[in-house]
């Protein structure tokens, strides 16, 4: 089979719309466009597959399997750990944001923070009890619950403390998903807990709700009662199935767009209150010192975040021309509105292509067209949400909250092209 | 802890909207509905938790994974497999619809139709060819391929001959998985087709497009070439990872609403010609004779389906009251406009409630509340898309098909509830 590898991009749809030679977001909807660039073989005018030659073709493949599993050679599509070692089951696993596309995460992939394990609770002998101040305090079996009306809504779901290594003096080195994945975006479905608490009667006085999971921690947490009523959910299944045991096997309190220690797995208690239970959640952590000398507490909202994951630190470029930079925006007050992206540190921005459909709460997936020169390029993106809210700038964000931060860093994140094409993480 | 189970239903919301007892669609989007004949308990007043007793809550629980399994506890939330003793790797497994909630399948339950097993492929060594009447001829190596502009969708993915048990005189009796579940839906991100055929260059001449993967048994089907380059996908990811190896590791087609065979697996070569290439699963299968004589032949779209996921046989409910019948509607031609269910065997329907956002190509969850008088009850759904197409009762089908028919059986399914609670597949 005779190969030439041709070099030459057709240029005439590579006019820039923004520095570093960003092309427009809507380039590859035009019809009959040669992207050489990016590297096919052409073959010689009378080649064939010569396929009788593949190995995997001259042998039957292996069986059927029950439940499948991804292939052994995406060994590295993990989540990374990062436990505590003097206390068992603390700790953190990250989603391999980099090693993703779409806007689904696989459940296996899906993030986890736990504080003391993850407890193996009998799907037949868990309870969800909702006492405190109700008319009728309650007790549901999950298959009680599971005859309770549904429904089901793609969402992301982020740790408070994501991307906490950007509140550092020096960048860290590592993977996109290492940086940014203590978030993850799956399909919850379950009961509206307005349902229950309707059921329950909830007396008007109260004005929290805590909710307790039954791990060997114990965690529990308080949750305004407004947002309670307005759209938490008693999810039984993730992404289709019933939910994992690290993700809260048999039932987990989703709270869209908060922050993830709201969301208790292992979901076995609600209490309707007058005031908040001040836990260790609530007050030792998630509460921050401001500059003014005020302190940060009940900070619920995950506000708008972007994050490149192609290209991105750990890989390297094999060369100038035509790629596709893509990323995740996401925000816990609605939709994406808009997503700008820069190759030129911040000095010029220009609008990605939003994935549709753009769902509320949930990640979008954006992509825009980048013609690399071959010359240092520090990549960015912003993500814009639908009430206005611009991510922010690293500087503007130390400056507003100042240096003892550890929860909420919501940043612009840089990377940095070097001449060479190896991508690595920088403060610009 | 003293308790009482309520088992008096509030009926003021418990007007029926259809026969049988079906309720309004928006019943559980009222506040303060008491839903007691869902049967939760009632707890004393003073009741507690008493959380110290339960076992897994007295020591830490197991520690983080890198990759996330079910619960041993979901053990028959399986795929069932179907396979052919005489050639390795000949069968099918299905996704067990009914134990799942919302409408993503998790990767590891999508159905399998395998003619020769999976096989192996290197993801470093697999190519796409793309050749026959093409100005140029190219060979892209899966890295070549990922440079490309890409984009992602939720997809239904279905097997031409899903649901042929109701070709037969007598109803099976089966999970609703098994009778149905040769269908699943994925999110698909990968290179649209167009793009890569724009670089090839079409010649005007060619019509029809030839698709193979590079299995064992050389699967290859042809597709009018008007398809190809309106929306179909090379796709490197579903559900946000790398393909499974089942599921075409690392490439496959996707053909978006059309049969599952023409979503070739383990995709590698396409090519270009004026003629179908009269492969075996275009003659010998999906070609069937029709009662007026004449042969139905490239029958490509899925036609509008439905299938009542909960309640479904194999279940027995565990006594009269309200419950939610919940489902899944897909169509071949765009997004499900609505689905109407009936509790008394089709003699009268009422509007489901459809989960948003409901997306075209893709599965559509419906719910709808029904209050069960305890006596035998027959249960159906039927799908209704946006060109106005309905799903047709089986009688009709059989009368304009004939009893030729093997693929593309779409008709009305029917569940009988018996007065014991045990729910059975019925022709009705």
């Given at each position: 089979m005779s190969r030439e590898r041709r070099d030459v991009p057709s240029t005439e749809d590579l006019q820039p719309v923004a520095g570093g030679g960003l092309l427009d977001?809507?380039?590859?909807?035009?019809?009959?466009?040669?992207?050489s660039g990016a590297g096919a073989m052409v073959l010689a005018?009378?080649?064939?597959?010569?396929?009788?030659?593949l190995p995997w073709m001259r042998k039957p493949g292996r069986g059927f399997s029950n439940y499948g599993q991804p292939s052994e050679q995406e060994r590295r599509a993990i989540r990374w750990i990062s436990a505590n070692r003097t206390v068992p089951g603390n700790g953190v696993s990250w989603t391999p944001l980099h090693a993703l596309e779409g806007i689904v995460t696989p459940s296996g992939l899906h993030f986890e923070r736990h504080h003391n394990g993850v407890p193996e609770i009998p799907f037949e002998r868990h309870q969800l009890l909702v006492h405190g101040m109700v008319k009728r305090p309650l007790a549901f079996s999950m298959a009680d619950l599971s005859r309770y009306p549904m429904r089901s809504q793609m969402l992301f779901l982020e740790c408070g403390g994501n991307s906490n290594s950007g509140w550092n003096k020096e960048p860290l080195q590592s993977r996109a998903g290492y940086l940014h994945g203590l978030v993850s975006c799956s399909e919850w479905a379950g009961v509206p807990l307005s349902i229950v608490l309707d059921e329950a009667g909830v007396d008007p006085q109260a004005k929290w709700l805590i909710a307790e999971g039954a791990d060997a921690a114990a965690i529990h947490i308080s949750i305004p009662l407004e947002k309670a009523m307005k759209d938490c959910m008693l999810a039984l299944y993730q992404n289709g199935e019933r939910i994992r045991p690290e993700n809260g096997y048999p039932l987990r309190l989703i709270v869209p767009?908060?922050?993830?220690?709201?969301?208790?797995?292992w979901l076995h208690r609600l209490e309707l209150a007058r005031e908040p239970v001040m836990a260790r959640n609530e007050t030792a952590r998630y509460t921050e010192l401001m500059p003014d000398g005020r302190a940060r507490m009940f900070t619920f909202v995950m506000e708008a975040k972007s994050v490149?994951?192609?290209?991105?630190?750990g890989e390297t470029l094999p060369g100038r021309g035509l790629y596709e930079i893509r990323g995740l925006a996401w925000s816990g007050r609605g939709k994406i509105r808009r997503v700008e992206v820069s190759a030129d540190a911040g000095r010029s921005w220009a609008p990605a292509q939003l994935q549709e459909p753009v769902l509320p709460l949930c990640f979008t997936r954006f992509r825009i067209p980048w013609n690399w020169s071959g010359a240092p390029a520090v990549l960015k993106s912003r993500a814009i949400d639908e009430t206005g809210y611009v991510q922010p700038e690293r500087e503007k964000l130390i400056a507003e909250r100042g240096r003892n931060g550890y929860f909420h860093y919501n940043a612009i994140a840089a990377w940095q092209v070097e001449d060479d094409g190896e991508v690595t993480h920088v403060y610009r």
């Open positions: 977001r809507r380039l590859f909807l035009k019809r009959g466009l040669i992207l005018a009378d080649a064939h597959a010569g396929d009788d030659a767009g908060w922050e993830g220690i709201l969301n208790i797995k490149i994951t192609s290209p991105s630190p």
